[in-house]
């Protein structure tokens, strides 16, 4: 049921990513990521309200869960196509009044864009299909599957974070030692909050380090930093 209706989403996400386009290709990323946040924002409240049945709406279980990310991608595309026919886009760009369609510029686009889509689309049908067959088998085979994929995901985070650092890199490099005093001042501050605190528990627990594993903390800690 989540997935059926989860599949409603798909034009929205779609045209989302398409619109977020004409902002992350200039360079402007932060109306991304508060577009983003947005959604996340509204996508958590509605699955509360809509998989529970607070606040007077009915409980729909996972069929509100899905309900809610159609609504949040939806309300994504929404706020996207309203930022880009804005009127200082449309003085700018003519994103309203100067859309006429250019031939060869959607040749070269689609001489590019088709076999990407081609692949993403083998990926995302075979993923699909693999999922479904997985989802007759039996909820914990679904459930493994699910988690094992979560865990898979984990790999691409690190790429990610290194893309998203190069966006922010310039941003950042006029006060990025404030950022870092203000962290590691609240980390030092909590630790010797927590130092002060009279625990027998936590004497009983230091006891147990030796100086192995002290070492080995302070390896982890040096690699880290």
Known sequence: VYFRILCWAAPFSVAAAALSGFFAGRGRVW??????????VVHCGLNYLLVFGAAGLPELGLAGAGVASVVSQALGCATYLVMLLAPGNERRYRTRSGWRPD?????????????S????????????????????????????????????????????????????????AGFD?????????????????????????????????????????????????
């Open 103 to 115: 031939r060869k510029l959607f040749a070269r686009l689609a001489r590019f864009g088709v076999p």
């Open 31 to 40: 109306p991304v990521m508060w577009v983003n946040v947005a959604v996340t």
């Open 177 to 225: 030692h404030w950022i870092a005093f203000i962290l590691l001042a609240l980390i030092g501050g909590k630790m010797i909050s927590e130092s002060m605190k009279d625990c027998p528990s936590d004497r009983a627990a230091a006891n147990l380090l030796d100086l192995r594993l002290l070492t080995l903390l302070a390896i982890a800690t040096s690699i880290d930093a």
């Open 117 to 172: 889509g081609i692949h993403v689309f083998v990926d995302v049908a075979a993923f699909s299909a693999f999922v479904m067959i997985v989802g007759r088998i039996g909820t914990a085979e679904l459930a493994a599957t699910n988690i094992a994929f979560n865990i898979n995901n984990l790999a691409f985070m690190p790429v990610i974070g290194w893309l998203g650092g190069l966006e922010f890199s310039d941003f950042v």
